[in-house]
Structure formats: structure tokens, C-alpha cells
């Protein structure tokens, strides 16, 4: 069984960083088909930032050019890295990961972490 483990969150007045990391023991990290997804009371989880099943880092709109998305092969950890944080980044942030299927990202089938909360105020 694998678990994700995600750390680094925190509260944080707006225009400060933070930096999430998630750590993933007996998972083989491809740099495909993993990121950060975050999720606010009674919303749907949204994605943030991931590697794409060609490894290409994409962000959503609203924190391209603020968040940074790297991977540590050594440690097997996958980093988002925050800056210029805003109160609407206020969320609880998810790791997750999945085996591309083919070209494809099922991120319904994915694993997860418990989640870190960041607050923004």
C-alpha cells in the first residue's frame, strides 16, 4: 500500500511562502502523473500544479508565476514551493500520484496523502 505524506503547511500572511513537500516511501516517483491538488470546505479538489503524463509541469491559472513545482529523485519527494500568497490560496493541499495509463493522468485512481492545510491571511 502506498501513502503519501505531505508536510510544510501552515499559516502565513498574504504575500509570504511557503513550501509543501510530500514524501512517498515505496513509491517510484517518474516525474508523470503527480502534483498538487487542494481542496476548500464543501468545494470539489481542484488541481494546482502537476506533471503531466509527459512530465511537463503545467500550474493553473491563478498561481502560475507565484508556485514551483520540483522533484527530489534522491529523496523520492515531490516539492511545491509557494511565494506572493494570497487569502484564496487558503486550502487544504493534497498530494497525488498515479501511473500514467498511456498519454493519460486517471487521477481517480490515484494515491493520496492526508492533506496539509495552508492558511492565508
Known amino acids: 500500500h502506498v501513502q503519501l505524506v505531505e508536510s510544510g503547511g501552515g499559516s502565513v500572511q498574504a504575500g509570504g511562502s511557503l513550501t509543501l513537500s510530500c514524501s512517498a516511501p515505496?513509491?517510484?516517483?517518474?516525474?508523470?502523473?503527480m502534483g498538487w491538488f487542494r481542496q476548500t470546505p464543501g468545494k470539489e479538489r481542484d488541481w494546482v500544479a502537476i506533471?503531466?503524463?509527459?512530465?511537463?509541469?503545467t500550474y493553473r491559472e491563478s498561481v502560475a508565476g507565484r508556485f514551483a513545482l520540483s522533484q527530489d529523485h534522491a529523496k523520492n519527494t515531490l516539492t511545491l514551493e509557494m511565494h506572493s500568497l494570497k487569502p484564496e490560496d487558503t486550502a487544504m493541499y493534497y498530494c497525488?500520484?498515479?501511473?500514467?495509463?498511456?498519454?493519460?493522468?486517471?487521477?481517480?485512481?490515484?494515491?493520496w496523502g492526508q492533506g496539509t492545510q495552508v492558511t492565508v491571511s
Open positions: 497525488g500520484a498515479v501511473q500514467p495509463d498511456g498519454s493519460v493522468c486517471r487521477w481517480t485512481g490515484a494515491y
Open positions: 515505496g513509491y517510484t516517483y517518474t516525474r508523470t502523473c
Open positions: 506533471y503531466g503524463s509527459r512530465g511537463i509541469a
